[in-house]
């Protein structure tokens, strides 16, 4: 038995799993219409490289990625575009974008499949077919997979070296992990160990809930299968434990150091689901066209279903026969994810569940009552933060207060709010706070720009002139120096042309302007990571609604 | 329709409930105050919840906050209580009155009412009563079986709302000095503590009945711990604190000065252990922060006592604590998870 280490508090939401387990996964009928995004993943968004009007087959590429931290994104089955342009997504901002629609020709054609054994294949081959392939954290960050798979190399314990299957799905309602692992273990324990190869792991842990005890069964069944030395490790049911930090804290008892990365100690943390399609994308392939989602909440039929990328949403809550006092939709668990604008918008990779939502199921909070300093959020912030004094922090705008006391460590599970006897949404206010810092210290850093542009244009006034007094008296003193018998060589000397000078102070200048800037460069965006980065887009989109939050006071509104 | 955010659960706990439960864990203590001292501190209950639940829905009003969410807290119902359990029963009723309503006008609404007031609202109430009523501050009740004379509850409601004794009665007959008043009143007259303990107000412990009226928050205090309502720290240390300091001295001088248990059984030590000091509002909120907090009031209330100019310390301890609260917190702060191993910074 392995031990395990506890994390600090946590909380233990019903599960509500059980009604979505009960059907094995069925796939999705093949819609009459699909909206693929081109941004389905942390980073850059892909570019497009179909027109209107082409025919596609299924997995072939309609967007390409473009610089680091991007993906590709494939024709989920095969057919025509009729459109590229502005569509609704589900993205917190309910702001629109680009999207190619494809009218399927319903022959589900597939383009090209190239089976390989990844053995066979070099690391840096790998990595880039999983790229082409679009794989991303299906666990919902949707981090391309490819830039993770570097060996774990750099960092200072070289002897281990952890690769650790993320099969914890910790969020209440969502169970698409639990029934991928009880139906397909064998092909996430063969991707396990084409990453484990991948990364140079010597050891790879898979951690599960035990309230899946029918997927710790069958990931038991397929290691055995495989003959693999891996461990299936049964981890207690808490919320966050699914999170990437929390389960590498609870199997391994390692801390990721704040602002760092898994693999800075030497670990490594893949969704079980994305370890599933990077398999096939490689064993089989199939680039990510389809992923399972879980349809669930006030349904009458909840179930998981392989749905193509780009099924619009309602077409999957039908599936499930709604009741019909469901009144609004959630993408994501009831923890962590976000009210769905409109159900029309398309399946993404990140879409990992989608539950019908009525009264009776998610009541209004009641109006939040000022914070009576009870510190159960205390009690239970898995990051260790107090968001009773952050709370009163960001709610006051003391932003620089908030930072000091590692606002930025906080995961935004939600765990805070769910306590709350005063029913204050905690959380919400830490991504008002986040975002407002960000945004402050991104006009501070244009300010900074702007101000070292204009230093140098003044700089290259001065020069400018100084140059032509030079040049003016050079020019005298040489018709000067012409009249008698033989002009002196010009005393300057060659290494030192007016023009090398210049470009020397130049660069002394630039050196100067850029040594002022790295000393009052704010403290947090240094260094960000690309998945901080990607947090940073989406938080920044919900800032319209917080703002607007935050006008008002906590204390309920006026009657 | 789901919130707008998420989380989009939570749990079914509110504030209201909180203080409900602490009112619920004060029932054992109330009832056995009741048995050893009669009825008339149901009377003080009685006064002291009107008065809370009116002056906060003024103060509610003339603030302009909504008053029915904040009304249905229980908040001010709660400092109430725990104003009249600190003060003597058979007080004139605008004594509980004035009381109760200095804090929640002054000591909660003023400084910006729930979550915000600086100190213990019921602690500063008590500490303006006796502090400006002294006499009628000390006609605490005697036992049942102790005095000569015992009023009916009939009698005794006539004494608190119009002043009046039967005849041929006087107040002395039916009051007595608290236990720990005793104690220092015939320590000044270097009596030594044996004899002292010899008299009958005094019981196994400490005080005849107070002392069992103590047992009844204690039980009821633990019962706040195991409904994870209130954390064992303040209880612990302030308890840990006063008994060691008071054991101290009575080691080192055991004729002059009384046993610590006499200490946790008297006055309001089991009342602020586990009622008053834990107040969250006024309290730190850090664990460490919280041992600092109580072991300081319990060595505050022990030092009031043995050579202070009042009887009991608990009340001032705790205003004095409420002072370096921020300081605590500030100074206590636990590190962060990925910033303990490391973690750069």
Same mark, same amino acid.
């Given at each position: 038995?392995?031990?395990?280490?506890?994390?600090?508090?946590? /909380?233990?939401?019903?599960?509500?799993?059980?009604?979505?387990?009960?059907?094995?996964?069925?796939?999705?009928?093949?819609?009459?219409?699909?909206? /693929?995004?081109?941004?389905?993943?942390?980073?850059? @968004?892909?570019?497009?490289? /179909?027109?209107?009007?082409?025919?596609?087959?299924?997995?072939?590429?309609?967007?390409?990625? /473009?610089?680091?931290?991007?993906?590709?994104?494939?024709?989920?089955?095969?057919?025509?575009?009729?459109?590229?342009?502005?569509?609704?997504? &589900?993205?917190?901002?309910?702001?629109?974008?680009?999207?190619?629609?494809?009218?399927?020709?319903?022959?589900?054609?597939?383009?090209?499949?190239?089976?390989?054994?990844?053995?066979?294949?070099?690391?840096?081959?790998?990595?880039?077919?999983?790229?082409?392939?679009?794989?991303?954290?299906?666990?919902?960050?949707?981090?391309?997979?490819?830039?993770?798979?570097?060996?774990?190399?750099?960092?200072?314990?070289?002897?281990?070296?952890?690769?650790?299957?993320?099969?914890?799905?910790?969020?209440?309602?969502?169970?698409?992990?639990?029934?991928?692992?009880?139906?397909?273990? +064998?092909?996430?324990?063969?991707?396990?160990?084409?990453?484990?190869?991948?990364?140079? @792991?010597?050891?790879?842990?898979?951690?599960?809930?035990?309230?899946?005890?029918?997927?710790?069964?069958?990931?038991?069944?397929?290691?055995?299968?495989?003959?693999?030395?891996?461990?299936?490790?049964?981890?207690?049911?808490?919320?966050?434990?699914?999170? @990437?930090?929390?389960?590498?804290?609870?199997?391994?008892?390692?801390?990721?150091?704040?602002?760092?990365?898994?693999?800075?100690?030497?670990?490594?943390?893949?969704?079980?689901?994305?370890?599933?399609?990077?398999?096939?994308?490689? @064993?089989?392939?199939?680039?990510?066209?389809?992923?399972?989602?879980?349809?669930?909440?006030?349904?009458?039929?909840?179930?998981?279903?392989?749905?193509?990328?780009?099924?619009?949403?309602?077409?999957?809550?039908?599936?499930?026969?709604?009741?019909?006092?469901?009144?609004?939709?959630?993408?994501?668990?009831?923890?962590?994810?976000?009210?769905?604008?409109?159900?029309?918008?398309?399946?993404?990779?990140?879409?990992?569940?989608?539950?019908?939502?009525?009264?009776?199921?998610?009541?209004?909070?009641?109006?939040?009552?000022?914070?009576?300093? $009870?510190?159960?959020?205390?009690?239970? $912030?898995?990051?260790?933060?107090?968001?009773?004094?952050?709370?009163?922090?960001?709610?006051?705008?003391?932003?620089?207060? +908030?930072?000091?006391?590692?606002?930025?460590?906080?995961?935004?599970?939600?765990? $805070?709010?769910?306590?709350?006897?005063?029913?204050?949404?905690?959380?919400?206010?830490?991504?008002? +706070?986040?975002?407002?810092?960000?945004?402050?210290?991104?006009?501070?850093? &244009?300010?900074?720009?702007?101000?070292?542009?204009?230093?140098?244009?003044?700089?290259?006034?001065?020069?400018?002139?100084?140059?032509?007094?030079?040049?003016?008296?050079?020019?005298?003193?040489?018709?000067?120096?012409?009249?008698?018998?033989?002009?002196? +060589?010009?005393?300057?000397?060659?290494?030192?042309?007016?023009?090398?000078?210049?470009?020397?102070?130049?660069?002394?200048?630039?050196?100067?302007?850029?040594?002022? &800037?790295?000393?009052?460069?704010?403290?947090?965006?240094?260094?960000?990571?690309?998945?901080?980065?990607?947090?940073?887009?989406?938080?920044?989109?919900?800032?319209?609604?917080?703002?607007?939050? &935050?006008?008002?006071?906590?204390?309920?509104?006026?009657? | 329709?789901?919130?707008?955010?998420?989380?989009?659960?939570?749990?079914?706990?509110?504030?209201?409930?909180?203080?409900?439960?602490?009112?619920?864990?004060?029932?054992?203590?109330?009832?056995?105050?009741?048995?050893?001292?009669?009825?008339?501190?149901?009377?003080?209950?009685?006064?002291?919840?009107?008065?809370?639940?009116?002056?906060?829905?003024?103060?509610?009003?003339?603030?302009?906050?909504?008053?029915?969410?904040?009304?249905?807290?229980? %908040?001010?119902?709660?400092?109430?209580?725990?104003?009249?359990?600190?003060?003597?029963?058979?007080?004139?009723?605008?004594?509980?009155?004035?009381?109760?309503?200095?804090?929640?006008?002054?000591?909660?609404?003023?400084?910006?009412?729930?979550?915000?007031?600086?100190?213990?609202?019921?602690?500063?109430?008590?500490?303006?009563?006796?502090?400006?009523?002294?006499?009628?501050?000390?006609?605490?009740?005697?036992?049942?079986?102790?005095?000569?004379?015992?009023?009916?509850?009939?009698?005794?409601?006539?004494?608190?709302?119009?002043?009046?004794?039967?005849?041929?009665?006087?107040?002395?007959?039916?009051?007595?000095?608290?236990?720990?008043?005793?104690?220092?009143?015939?320590?000044?007259?270097?009596?030594?503590?044996?004899?002292?303990?010899?008299?009958?107000?005094?019981?196994?412990?400490?005080?005849?009945?107070?002392?069992?009226? %103590?047992?009844?928050?204690?039980?009821?205090?633990?019962?706040?711990?195991?409904?994870?309502?209130?954390?064992?720290?303040?209880?612990?240390?302030?308890?840990?604190?006063?008994?060691?300091?008071?054991?101290?001295?009575?080691?080192?001088?055991?004729?002059?000065?009384?046993?610590?248990?006499?200490?946790?059984? %008297?006055?309001?030590?089991?009342?602020?252990?586990?009622?008053?000091?834990?107040?969250?509002?006024?309290?730190?909120?850090?664990?460490?922060?919280?041992?600092?907090?109580?072991?300081?009031?319990?060595?505050?209330?022990?030092?009031?006592?043995?050579?202070?100019?009042?009887?009991?310390?608990?009340?001032?301890?705790?205003?004095?604590?409420?002072?370096?609260?921020?300081?605590?917190?500030?100074?206590?702060?636990?590190?962060?998870?990925?910033?303990? %191993?490391?973690?750069?910074?």
């Amino acid at each position: 038995m392995r031990t395990l280490y506890k994390f600090h508090g946590g /909380v233990h939401p019903p599960g509500n799993k059980t009604p979505s387990t009960q059907q094995p996964i069925s796939a999705a009928p093949l819609p009459a219409k699909l909206i /693929v995004p081109f941004r389905q993943h942390a980073g850059e @968004a892909a570019k497009p490289v /179909v027109q209107v009007g082409d025919h596609v087959l299924k997995g072939q590429l309609i967007g390409e990625p /473009v610089g680091f931290v991007s993906s590709a994104v494939h024709a989920p089955t095969s057919g025509t575009i009729t459109v590229i342009d502005m569509q609704p997504v &589900a993205h917190p901002s309910g702001l629109p974008d680009l999207c190619a629609t494809l009218i399927p020709d319903g022959k589900d054609e597939w383009f090209l499949r190239e089976a390989s054994d990844y053995r066979t294949l070099p690391a840096e081959e790998l990595r880039h077919r999983l790229r082409m392939a679009g794989i991303v954290g299906l666990g919902g960050a949707v981090f391309p997979s490819d830039i993770k798979l570097r060996p774990l190399r750099n960092h200072p314990n070289k002897e281990i070296g952890t690769l650790i299957l993320n099969g914890a799905e910790c969020e209440p309602w969502i169970t698409c992990d639990d029934m991928l692992m009880r139906e397909r273990a +064998a092909g996430i324990v063969q991707g396990a160990e084409m990453l484990r190869s991948m990364l140079e @792991a010597k050891e790879v842990l898979i951690g599960i809930e035990d309230n899946k005890p029918e997927a710790i069964a069958a990931m038991h069944r397929a290691v055995a299968d495989g003959g693999l030395p891996f461990e299936v490790v049964t981890v207690p049911t808490v919320y966050p434990g699914g999170g @990437a930090k929390q389960l590498i804290r609870v199997l391994t008892g390692l801390e990721v150091p704040s602002g760092k990365l898994p693999t800075d100690i030497g670990v490594q943390c893949f969704n079980v689901a994305t370890v599933y399609s990077a398999w096939r994308a490689i @064993a089989h392939g199939e680039p990510l066209v389809s992923r399972v989602v879980t349809v669930t909440g006030n349904v009458r039929r909840p179930g998981n279903y392989e749905a193509l990328i780009g099924t619009p949403l309602s077409e999957l809550i039908a599936l499930g026969e709604p009741l019909p006092d469901t009144d609004s939709h959630i993408m994501g668990g009831p923890m962590m994810g976000m009210p769905l604008p409109s159900t029309s918008v398309p399946l993404v990779k990140a879409s990992n569940c989608i539950i019908a939502a009525a009264k009776k199921l998610f009541p209004a909070p009641p109006p939040a009552l000022p914070c009576i300093r $009870c510190t159960r959020c205390a009690q239970v $912030c898995p990051a260790e933060l107090q968001p009773m004094d952050l709370f009163w922090f960001a709610q006051s705008k003391n932003f620089g207060q +908030a930072q000091a006391f590692s606002l930025f460590d906080c995961i935004e599970c939600g765990a $805070c709010s769910y306590v709350c006897p005063s029913h204050i949404p905690l959380v919400q206010y830490f991504r008002f +706070a986040k975002s407002e810092i960000r945004m402050r210290e991104q006009d501070k850093l &244009a300010a900074d720009r702007a101000r070292e542009r204009h230093e140098y244009r003044e700089f290259r006034i001065e020069r400018e002139k100084r140059e032509k007094a030079e040049r003016l008296a050079a020019k005298e003193k040489a018709a000067q120096a012409a009249k008698p018998v033989e002009p002196p +060589a010009v005393a300057i000397n060659p290494d030192a042309t007016p023009e090398t000078t210049a470009q020397m102070k130049i660069q002394a200048a630039i050196e100067h302007a850029k040594e002022q &800037a790295a000393a009052i460069k704010p403290k947090n965006t240094e260094n960000l990571s690309a998945e901080q980065l990607a947090e940073i887009a989406e938080i920044e989109a919900r800032r319209a609604r917080m703002r607007e939050m &935050a006008k008002s006071d906590v204390e309920p509104p006026k009657e | 329709m789901a919130a707008f955010f998420s989380p989009f659960i939570s749990k079914p706990d509110t504030v209201a409930q909180i203080m409900f439960r602490v009112m619920l864990a004060l029932l054992p203590g109330i009832a056995l105050y009741v048995w050893y001292f009669g009825p008339a501190i149901l009377v003080s209950i009685a006064l002291a919840s009107i008065t809370a639940l009116a002056t906060e829905a003024a103060m509610l009003k003339l603030r302009d906050r909504p008053v029915a969410p904040f009304l249905k807290d229980n %908040s001010a119902l709660l400092t109430g209580w725990l104003l009249a359990l600190s003060i003597p029963p058979l007080a004139p009723w605008w004594l509980i009155v004035v009381g109760t309503a200095f804090c929640i006008v002054v000591a909660k609404h003023l400084y910006g009412g729930l979550g915000n007031n600086p100190f213990n609202p019921a602690m500063i109430g008590f500490a303006v009563l006796i502090v400006s009523f002294p006499v009628p501050m000390t006609h605490w009740l005697t036992p049942h079986g102790l005095g000569q004379i015992e009023l009916s509850f009939l009698e005794q409601l006539r004494y608190i709302f119009i002043g009046s004794l039967p005849p041929g009665v006087t107040l002395d007959a039916i009051t007595m000095a608290t236990p720990l008043d005793t104690l220092k009143t015939h320590l000044h007259l270097d009596e030594p503590v044996k004899q002292i303990f010899d008299m009958p107000i005094y019981g196994r412990l400490a005080g005849q009945g107070s002392e069992m009226v %103590s047992w009844g928050f204690l039980a009821g205090g633990l019962y706040l711990i195991a409904a994870r309502i209130i954390s064992w720290h303040i209880p612990v240390a302030y308890l840990g604190a006063l008994f060691a300091t008071a054991g101290l001295f009575h080691l080192a001088d055991p004729a002059h000065y009384v046993t610590p248990l006499f200490h946790w059984f %008297s006055g309001a030590a089991m009342l602020g252990a586990f009622f008053i000091l834990t107040d969250p509002v006024t309290g730190p909120t850090t664990n460490k922060g919280k041992l600092i907090f109580a072991a300081g009031a319990g060595l505050l209330t022990y030092l009031i006592r043995a050579f202070g100019g009042f009887p009991d310390g608990t009340a001032f301890a705790t205003l004095l604590m409420n002072i370096c609260v921020p300081l605590i917190v500030l100074y206590t702060q636990p590190k962060v998870f990925g910033k303990k %191993s490391g973690g750069e910074r």
